[in-house]
């Protein structure tokens, strides 16, 4: 009993190998009788007249990465080529029913396509380049498996056609005639950039408008702000250069906008130097004529709305008094106040002390009145105390003289300080403006300047699967 099993259980086995053996042999038997006479280097047409059909079809599963200094484009793809080779035909029947035959790529004809940035061939007299179809409607875009695709950090894809163009003015027989282009219409994600490039320079930007706030006369500070912010756009500048490519064709909005950073602040540098110049001058170095006095000092305060202290009227000279030979305080003095300056103090003391006794004594008598004999004393005295009295006299003229020029110097002085108090204003409202104007206006560019609805402007198609 035991033993008609095992024997039926060993006849199964052999029947099972055999039937297996026989299925390999069938794959076998058509791979030998299909590549008798096939040469995979000979095109597949039956005449030589025929053109054969290849259909693409482009998966892209990954966009690795967009250098933009080499202009290179890092992708993953998958290209499905379709046509027919008549050599490879055979009859199911003949081969008990065998549908399927896998054989290795190197074994047969492939249509000679290269694909660097865009998909060519020889011969449209020998190969036709058409584009894939699927359920009757041809696929003009790439396609994008939504399970293997991996998005990308820094772009983002937003149109991907796929077109078949001829060009009619390359012959036929050449290689450029017609070709299968994929485009891939990318743009950049502007979140990387706005926090790490954009917003510090803009920050630091902001910094040299605030010089401004400093005094007229602190020129040195506003410099060495001014330099230190000119400074650190350069870094930016160099770190941006590195990166975008070096073509005169196009030049990249952040580049424009850095180098429109650095005109401003240069400018600025100058601004804060010309102020300086102008606080600093003094009746001495320089005459302010009338029409500066009367823009600077009375129209741009009142449009400016600054809080300008009114000058005195008779602190207003039309004339500044220049300095006069022999004298070092800017004033004209007689030739005996000359010589007496330049006496010593001791003797100076000494003249004074004299000249004081001589008038007490006449002005003492003076308040007694006159006593009987004496009148021709007093007047001995009052002849001898006039050259002190004269002497005092032009003294207090001269004190005087000197107090009416500091006041007039002083007021020259404030007056261009004044002037460069409002022209600093000037330059402050003109580089906010330039700068608030010319940041919008570049912001705005790049809002413009993106991609278009459609991938291409003057075909209303957009190369898209439809929602159905």
């Avoid at 056609?161 to 050449?174: H, I, M, S, V």
């Avoid at 073509?247 to 400018?267: C, D, E, G, N, R």
């Avoid at 029409?291 to 009227?313: D, E, I, N, S, W």
């Avoid at 104007?437 to 459609?454: D, E, Q, S």
């Amino acid at each position: 009993m035991h033993g008609g099993q095992g024997l039926l259980f060993l006849l199964l086995l052999l029947l099972a190998v055999c039937l297996g053996a026989q299925g390999r042999n069938q794959e076998e038997r058509l791979l030998a009788d299909l590549m008798r006479s096939y040469n995979p280097h000979l095109r597949p047409a039956e005449r030589d007249t025929d053109v054969v059909n290849v259909s693409l079809k482009l998966t892209l599963t990954n966009l690795i990465s967009l250098n933009e200094r080499e202009e290179a484009l890092t992708t993953n793809v998958w290209i499905e080529m379709q046509w027919c080779d008549y050599r490879l035909r055979w009859d199911p029947q003949d081969y008990e029913g065998l549908w399927v035959l896998r054989v290795p790529s190197t074994m047969v004809w492939r249509p000679d396509v290269v694909l660097e940035n865009k998909s060519q061939t020889y011969s449209t007299n020998e190969i036709s380049l058409q584009l894939s179809q699927e359920d009757g409607q041809t696929i003009e875009w790439i396609f994008i498996d939504p399970e293997a695709f991996t998005e990308n950090g820094e772009w983002a894809i937003r149109h991907r056609p796929a077109k078949t163009l001829l060009d009619a003015a390359a012959p036929a027989e050449e290689a450029g005639h017609q070709k299968v282009v994929f485009y891939l219409l990318i743009q950049r994600k502007p979140l990387f950039y706005v926090i790490n490039v954009i917003a510090p320079c803009v920050l630091i930007s902001s910094v040299a408008i605030l010089i401004y706030f400093l005094p007229a006369k602190a020129g040195g500070q506003k410099c060495t702000v001014a330099i230190n912010v000119l400074l650190a756009q350069t870094v930016f500048l160099f770190l941006v250069a590195k990166k975008v490519p070096e073509t005169s064709q196009a030049v990249p909005l952040i580049s424009k906008y850095l180098t429109f950073l650095l005109v401003v602040t240069i400018l600025i540098v100058v601004n804060a130097v010309v102020v300086l110049n102008v606080s600093l001058r003094s009746p001495h170095t320089h005459s302010m004529a009338r029409g500066v006095r009367k823009v600077f000092l009375r129209l741009l305060p009142q449009l400016l709305r600054m809080h300008v202290r009114p000058l005195a009227p008779g602190a207003v000279p039309d004339a500044w008094p220049r300095l006069q030979n022999g004298s070092s305080l800017g004033w004209s003095v007689s030739g005996g106040e000359e010589a007496a300056l330049c006496l010593p103090r001791s003797e100076l003391l000494f003249l004074q002390q004299q000249r004081n006794g001589l008038v007490r004594a006449a002005l003492e008598r003076l308040e007694r009145g006159p006593e009987p004999g004496q009148s021709q004393d007093l007047c001995g005295s009052l002849k001898q105390a006039a050259p002190a009295i004269r002497a005092c006299v032009e003294a207090c003229n001269f004190v005087a003289r000197a107090r009416r020029q500091q006041r007039h110097f002083d007021s020259g002085n404030e007056e261009w300080f004044l002037v460069g108090r409002v022209l600093d204003r000037v330059c402050f409202l003109a580089m906010l403006s330039l700068f608030v104007c010319g940041t919008a206006g570049i912001f705005l560019m790049a809002h413009y300047h993106r991609v278009p609805a459609l991938p291409f402007p003057e075909d209303p198609r957009p190369y898209l699967p439809s929602p159905d």
